[in-house]
């Protein structure tokens, strides 16, 4: 069974880092390029970083370039998402996904 | 950034009754390898997004034929046919043909 676990999450002050890691497991993690999609309180799917199968290539959504940076450990099956700079905008659950799998998702909040 | 409009915004649909929902591209979602990377996502109320449909009009594993999709270039539709209760949540196609990938705002299906 494939399964995608998230953690990490919690609430956060303006300008302060956090970073999440979502664990795979029932699939050949290295064999996917993996991808950050997060989700505001009642607002719809924004993608928010992509990163290749060897790690060796990462994309990211304008609004988070310089802030944020997605890695992986294939070795670990883990996936990473370090958030630097954290604004009250980024307040979001965040889900890990291959694009056909997802995980249950983990809540950011960004608040003073 | 490539914008997906999807129409409508909600539906009331008869459980057994036919769903029909549009999403459109501001360019052209065919990739220059020839595939067009346009795909249907369910997200059910409190749970992650589930892959209905990839690539257009490929049922993902374990999705019933009463999903079906179809369309090309810049037009595209999900069809639900025989909507059963689980069908209810919101629908949300995503483009992964360009940088940066897009969702588009989601239509909310409710059963009548």
């Known amino acids: 069974e494939v399964q995608l676990v998230e953690s990490g999450g919690v609430l956060v002050q303006p300008g302060r880092s956090m970073k999440l890691s979502c664990a795979a497991s029932?699939?050949?993690?290295?064999?996917?390029?993996m991808a950050w999609v997060r989700q505001a309180p009642t607002k719809g799917l924004e993608w928010v970083a992509t990163?290749?199968?060897?790690?060796?290539?990462?994309y990211y959504r304008d609004s988070v370039k310089g802030r944020f940076t997605i890695s992986r450990d294939n070795a670990k099956s883990t996936l990473y998402l370090q958030m630097d700079s954290l604004r009250s905008e980024d307040t979001a659950t965040y889900y890990c996904?291959?694009?056909?799998?997802w995980g249950q998702g983990v809540m950011v909040t960004v608040s003073s | 950034d490539v914008v997906l409009t999807q129409t409508p915004v909600s539906l009331l649909i008869s459980l057994g009754g036919q769903a029909s929902i549009s999403c459109r591209s501001s360019?052209?979602?065919?990739?220059?390898?020839?595939?067009?990377?346009l795909h249907w996502y369910l997200q059910k109320p409190g749970q992650s997004p589930q892959l209905l449909i990839y690539?257009?009009?490929n049922r993902f594993s374990g999705i019933p034929d009463r999903f079906s999709g179809s369309g090309s270039g810049t037009d595209f539709t999900l069809k639900i046919s025989r909507v059963e209760p689980e069908d209810l949540g919101v629908y949300y196609c995503?483009?992964?043909?360009?940088?940066?990938?897009?969702f588009g705002s989601g239509t909310k299906l409710e059963i009548k």
């Open positions: 996904t291959t694009y056909e799998w």
């Open positions: 029932g699939f050949t993690f290295s064999s996917f390029p």
């Open positions: 990163i290749s199968t060897s790690g060796g290539s990462t």
């Open positions: 360019q052209s979602l065919v990739h220059s390898n020839g595939n067009t990377y």
């Open positions: 690539q257009v009009s």
């Open positions: 995503l483009q992964r043909t360009h940088n940066p990938l897009t």
